[in-house]
């Protein structure tokens, strides 16, 4: 194993600079991840040609593959930093790490993005359950066993972003609102309490950016962290939005 580890970065200063490429020569450790990678040159700032830099911006919170907020490309494919381990990314690519910021959203800086476009997608089909109040309102509806099994693999949603960075739909030219969105929809219409605004969200899903715009590249679900079923939930919104189209000739 390599004493150290090259670490090329695309780096960017602020929203409106251009990017530029710096490499970093990182001493290896058993056992390190891309966060603990980009802790080292944040203690030692220093370039390859030992040219003086500043620490690499990036997100992270959970450091447990739960909040979603480390997510970039590394090697060429989208994940969490905190999940990503150095010995397997140095297996898929010769002796080097590349981290880059994903590319369907706004850069911030170097690493950080503004995934705003996603949250604005989950806003559109009311990515939530409805209530009245936060008192106490007693027990709500049951919910059965199998409705429950099919609910919960969605629910591990963490907003990431990585099935929006590997669609092809999802870009600042389409008004696609993205296979999470879709998904989420999907969850929120299968709750009891959550159907309430069922029709709102078919409604979305139904007009432009909605399902017909999805191309059914299924790239999302390859590179889902929590193995969401994304395709099953895109084929089920299709199927829903087309009796909702139905309901709506004929006036029901």
């Not at 993205?178 to 009891?192: K, M, R, V």
Request: some cysteine; glycine content about 6%; proline content about 6%.
């Amino acid at each position: 194993m390599a004493k150290t580890i090259p670490v090329k970065i695309k780096r960017q200063d602020t929203p409106h600079d251009g990017s530029r490429w710096e490499t970093f020569d990182v001493p290896y450790e058993s056992g390190m991840n891309v966060t603990t990678v980009l802790q080292r040159i944040a203690a030692n700032p220093m370039t390859a040609e030992q040219q003086s830099s500043t620490p690499v911006a990036y997100d992270a919170c959970c450091l447990e593959e739960i909040c979603g907020a480390c997510t970039m490309v590394i090697n060429g494919r989208v994940r969490q930093a905190c999940s990503a381990l150095v010995d397997d990314l140095l297996q898929e690519q010769a002796d080097s790490i590349e981290l880059q910021p994903m590319t369907k959203f706004p850069v911030v800086r170097d690493l950080v993005v503004n995934r705003q476009p996603m949250f604005n997608s989950l806003s559109k089909v009311k990515a939530w359950v409805r209530v009245d109040g936060y008192h106490d309102m007693g027990s709500g509806p049951r919910v059965s066993e199998a409705t429950q099994e099919e609910a919960y693999p969605l629910s591990r949603c963490m907003t990431c972003g990585c099935c929006v960075e590997a669609c092809p739909q999802f870009n600042d030219h389409s008004p696609f609102i993205g296979p999470a969105a879709i998904s989420q929809a999907i969850l929120f219409n299968s709750h009891p309490t959550g159907a309430v605004d069922r029709e709102d969200r078919l409604a979305v899903l139904s007009d432009a950016g909605g399902i017909a715009d999805c191309g059914n590249s299924q790239n999302c679900v390859k590179v889902c962290p929590k193995e969401i079923p994304l395709t099953d939930s895109i084929a089920k919104a299709g199927r829903d939005t087309t009796l909702y189209k139905i309901r709506q000739w004929f006036g029901r």
